[in-house]
């Protein structure tokens, strides 16, 4: 199964790569070996879920492959290009147009309607305005919020909030999706709407999509599934 699925991923430009990733952090005299060797490729256009029990370093190893932290020691590379070369401004712009991001909590602006949140990564990024707002638009309406589009964040139910942050993360047409819990502090009923919004979405644009979380009901709904133990991933 592990030989199949890496002579497909060889058929193809392996979009993300990370090789040999330690991350190490000091609590007190202690040193804490999170991640022991993790190896991981993604093709463009396909989806990953991770799980593993909580403290499991979970949100760790998303946010060294991501470029949100980097690794104590290994590469990360994207489309075969090291990423350790990079330095934090460049980082930060590779980010806004190649990367988005959905996280438990969804951290809308409160000030701000839904149109100007998703709208945000594109002002950091000087895209056109108006192309960004049509997207922006267009993505809320994917999303089921066409009547929402002026609303503040706070006349949102939960599970709206939260599709506002995918539209976000898909705002900049990103090559991939890092998803941390996304799901976590909802319902089962709009979990699955979310998830199923986002799998769709991401299909849709061939955008890669790797998610974390806690919850192993829902394995099943993506490509593949890996479970983070003990510093390593293991093939479920």
């Given at each position: 199964m592990v030989?199949?699925?890496?002579?497909?991923?060889?058929?193809?430009?392996?979009?993300l790569r990370a090789e040999s990733l330690h991350k190490k952090f000091s609590n007190g005299e202690t040193l804490v070996h999170v991640l022991s060797g993790v190896n991981l490729g993604i093709n463009e256009g396909s989806s990953l879920?991770?799980?593993?029990?909580?403290?499991?370093?979970?949100?760790?190893?998303l946010h060294v492959l991501s470029t949100l932290d980097r690794p104590t020691e290994g590469?990360?590379?994207?489309?075969?290009?090291?990423?350790?070369?990079?330095?934090?401004?460049?980082?930060?712009?590779?980010?806004?147009?190649?990367?988005?991001?959905?996280?438990?909590?969804?951290?809308?602006?409160?000030?701000?309607?839904?149109?100007?949140?998703?709208?945000?990564?594109?002002?950091?990024?000087?895209?056109?305005?108006?192309?960004?707002?049509?997207?922006?638009?267009?993505?809320?309406?994917?999303?089921g919020l066409s009547e929402r589009l002026n609303h503040k964040p706070s006349e949102l139910s939960g599970g709206e909030q939260q599709r506002v942050a995918v539209a976000r993360a898909l705002e900049m047409s990103p090559q991939i999706i890092f998803a941390d819990e996304p799901t976590g502090n909802l319902d089962?009923?709009?979990?699955?709407?979310?998830?199923?919004?986002?799998?769709?979405?991401?299909?849709?644009?061939?955008?890669?999509?790797?998610v974390v979380t806690h919850n192993e009901n829902i394995k099943g709904m993506f490509d593949r599934s890996l479970t983070l133990r003990d510093g390593l991933l293991v093939e479920n």
């Open positions: 030989v199949q699925y890496f002579n497909l991923l060889m058929k193809k430009e392996i979009l879920v991770i799980t593993g029990a909580s403290g499991a370093g979970k949100s760790t190893l590469t990360v590379f994207y489309r075969g290009e090291s990423l350790s070369t990079k330095n934090e401004d460049d980082l930060s712009k590779f980010r806004n147009r190649t990367m988005g991001f959905v996280f438990q909590f969804h951290n809308l602006l409160p000030e701000f309607t839904i149109v100007e949140n998703v709208l945000f990564p594109s002002i950091i990024g000087n895209a056109d305005f108006k192309l960004s707002r049509d997207r922006a638009i267009m993505l809320l309406n994917e999303m089962s009923k709009n979990s699955r709407i979310v998830l199923e919004l986002l799998l769709k979405l991401t299909s849709e644009q061939g955008v890669a999509l790797i």
